[in-house]
C-alpha cells in the first residue's frame, strides 16, 4: 500500500498493492524467481513519463534504485545502468569528450526507460547508440538483448514489452568536446 506520488514527476498518483527496490540484479532475480506468477509485474522509472491513475496499480511495482546507476567506461563501449537519468549521463560523456549522446540532455528520463521507448530528440535515437542490454525476465531469468535483433522502431522497442532492464552497453565514440557542449547547449535551448 506504498503510494507512487512522489515516484511521478505530476506528483499524483494512487497506491502500489508492493511495492519494491531492489538492492541488487541478483536480489530482483531471486525475489521474481519466488514470486507467484499470478502477481502482475510493473516497472517504473524516474516517472517523468507516467500518470498513475487514483485507483493505483495492482501487483507488484518495482523500480531499481541507485544501485543501478553507474557507469563504466570499457575499451570500445560504455556500461550504463538503468537508473542513470539521462541528462546524467549525457553531461558525463561530454565531460569524457564521448559524442552521441548530446540528445539525451533535452530527455527527462533514465536510461532503462530510453531504451524501453527508443527516446529520441533532435535527430538522434537510443537505436543510434545501443549496442546491447543486459534484462531480468519477469521470472527472474537473465535476458541479453543485442541490437543485432533489431527491435527498435520510432518511439518503440518491440523487444523489452515483459523485461527489466538493467544494464546497458552502448557504443563509445570520441568527440570534440567544444562541439558536443555547442551541440547540449543548442539543444538545451
Not at 531469468?141 to 518511439?155: A, G, L, Q, T, W
Request: charged letters at 25%.
Amino acid at each position: 500500500n506504498y503510494n507512487l506520488s512522489k515516484l511521478s514527476w505530476f506528483g499524483v498518483a494512487g497506491n502500489a498493492e508492493i511495492f519494491y527496490m531492489p538492492d541488487s540484479s541478483n536480489e530482483l532475480s531471486s525475489f521474481l524467481k519466488l514470486l507467484s506468477s499470478n502477481v502482475n509485474r510493473t516497472v517504473i522509472g524516474m516517472g517523468s513519463n507516467l500518470l498513475i491513475r487514483d485507483g493505483g496499480i495492482d501487483g507488484l511495482i518495482i523500480k531499481l534504485g541507485k544501485s543501478f546507476s553507474r557507469i563504466e567506461i570499457k575499451s570500445d563501449s560504455i556500461s550504463v545502468g538503468a537508473s542513470v537519468p539521462d541528462k546524467i549521463l549525457s553531461r558525463f560523456c561530454s565531460l569524457q569528450s564521448i559524442e552521441g549522446f548530446e540528445f539525451l540532455s533535452g530527455i527527462p528520463g533514465c536510461i532503462g526507460g530510453a531504451v524501453a521507448m527508443n527516446a529520441g530528440c533532435y535527430g538522434s535515437e537510443i537505436k543510434d547508440i545501443f549496442l546491447s542490454a543486459k534484462c531480468l525476465d519477469f521470472m527472474g531469468n537473465e535476458v541479453i538483448i543485442d541490437k543485432s535483433e533489431k527491435f527498435f522502431s520510432y518511439r518503440n522497442n518491440r523487444r523489452v514489452k515483459d523485461l527489466i532492464i538493467l544494464d546497458v552497453k552502448f557504443n563509445k565514440a570520441k568527440g570534440n568536446k567544444s562541439d558536443i557542449d555547442k551541440k547540449m547547449h543548442e539543444i538545451n535551448n
